[in-house]
């Protein structure tokens, strides 16, 4: 099976910009989608594909991918942007699907 | 509106068995392939298992060793997970989850049920 790891916690001020970043063999063939979790909530989609938004995400909110790595980007961070970070893929077999071990974000 | 609804979650002793149930209601279930996740108390998201819209492909996290079964009535628009054998170690926030591939990517998901195993 295949890993995806990402750090553990990232902190941005706020209005900044941060990058969020997963890592692993398998995003060399397959997209790496983004969500976001808030304390006691669901997680939410908030990126996926080449760069693609869900509505009512905001456009502060992007994606890139580069060789093994996926990117989520978050561009003038906002308080309200606080929270866990979780990319996802395809593992190797194509078949079952895996999660990365997700980014705490802090907007300081 | 999209909606998913899970239930049937609870404290279960060790060995015990349990049945999630996933409401779905707002799209036509028929058609997309379904999923559970699960969270631990404080931990990640963990992908349990996927069933396609006609249950012709399912598959399961290797992690459990065969003691779950995910299974779906489409007239019913409902998708269920059974467990047996349950570890204090399954204990988790399941969510029930709608696949919109390709590319992979879940959207929506459900508030979530609660499983507790503990003696």
């Known amino acids: 099976s295949s890993e995806l790891t990402q750090d553990p916690a990232v902190s941005v001020a706020l209005g900044q910009t941060v990058r969020i970043t997963c890592q692993g063999d398998n995003l060399r063939t397959y997209y790496a989608s983004w969500y976001q979790q808030k304390p006691g909530q669901a997680p939410v989609l908030v990126i996926y594909g080449n760069n693609n938004r869900p509505s009512g995400i905001p456009d502060r909110f992007s994606g890139s991918s580069s060789g093994n790595t996926g990117s989520l980007t978050i561009t003038g961070a906002q308080a309200e942007d606080e929270g866990d970070y979780y990319c996802n893929s395809r593992d190797s077999d194509g078949n079952k699907v895996v999660f990365g071990g997700g980014t705490k974000l802090t907007v300081l | 509106e999209v909606q998913l609804v899970e239930s049937g979650g609870g404290l279960v002793k060790p060995g015990g068995s349990l049945r999630l149930s996933c409401a779905a209601s707002g799209f036509t279930f028929s058609s997309y392939t379904m999923n559970w996740v699960r969270q631990a108390p404080g931990k990640g998201l963990e992908w349990v298992s996927s069933?396609?819209?006609?249950?012709?492909?399912?598959y399961y996290a290797d992690s459990l060793k065969g003691r779950f079964t995910i299974s779906r009535d489409n007239a019913k628009n409902s998708l269920f997970l059974q467990m047996y054998s349950l570890r204090v170690e399954d204990t988790a926030v399941y969510y029930c989850?709608?696949?919109?591939?390709?590319?992979?990517?879940?959207?929506?998901w459900g508030q979530g049920t609660l499983v507790t195993v503990s003696s």
């Open positions: 069933i396609d819209s006609s249950s012709g492909y399912i």
């Open positions: 989850a709608r696949d919109m591939s390709p590319p992979l990517h879940f959207d929506p």
